[in-house]
């Protein structure tokens, strides 16, 4: 990778991050943060989990970055798109970003429990399916992983 691209994914995890710390109150949510950014580089829409907070199931921060990208594009393709996340995404959030045509995705810290870009499955790299983004895992991974385990210590 570039240095250039390197400062520019590492600036945009550094606004994930961000989001992922400015939660609800009741911090009952694992702080995962999700920006979308257009072709652009201009930020389109941010997500961070809210399962706990709205009851939905679905709710992961990069479902609902997702989702408000599409409205802000209106549509659901996201062509030229890059989703950053702080936590290698699961299978739903795999599956979602593929169908949504995203054409980057780069992510923070590994999830060995439920990790879909390359820890458990490899949803977006499969060479069955017609759409695959490019990855850049690992970026500011200390950063996203020390978030992590600070939640879970103090939860």
């Known amino acids: 990778m570039t240095s ?3 400062a520019r994914h590492e600036a945009y995890m550094r606004r994930a991050l ?3 710390r400015t939660g609800p109150s009741d911090r009952l949510d694992v702080p995962v943060g999700a920006v979308v950014i ?6 389109l829409a941010v997500g961070r989990n809210e399962r706990e ?3 939905d199931p679905t709710a992961h921060a990069e479902i609902l970055a997702l989702r408000r990208a599409a409205a802000v594009r209106d549509g659901w393709r996201l062509d030229g798109c ?3 996340v702080t936590l290698e995404p699961c299978t739903m959030c795999a599956g979602a970003l593929v169908l949504a045509r995203i054409a980057t995705l780069v992510f923070g810290a590994w999830e060995p429990k ?3 870009v390359g820890s ?4 977006v790299r499969d060479p069955r399916i017609n759409h695959r983004p490019e990855v850049y895992a690992g970026v500011l991974a200390d950063e996203c992983a020390a978030l992590m385990r600070s939640f879970f210590r103090s939860s």
């Open 53 to 55: 907070a709205t009851g």
């Open 120 to 123: 458990l499955w490899d949803v």
């Open 18 to 20: 961000e989001v992922a």
């Open 82 to 84: 890059t989703l950053v």
């Open 38 to 43: 257009g072709p652009d580089g201009a930020e």
């Open 4 to 6: 250039a691209r390197l």
């Open 114 to 116: 439920t990790g879909a």
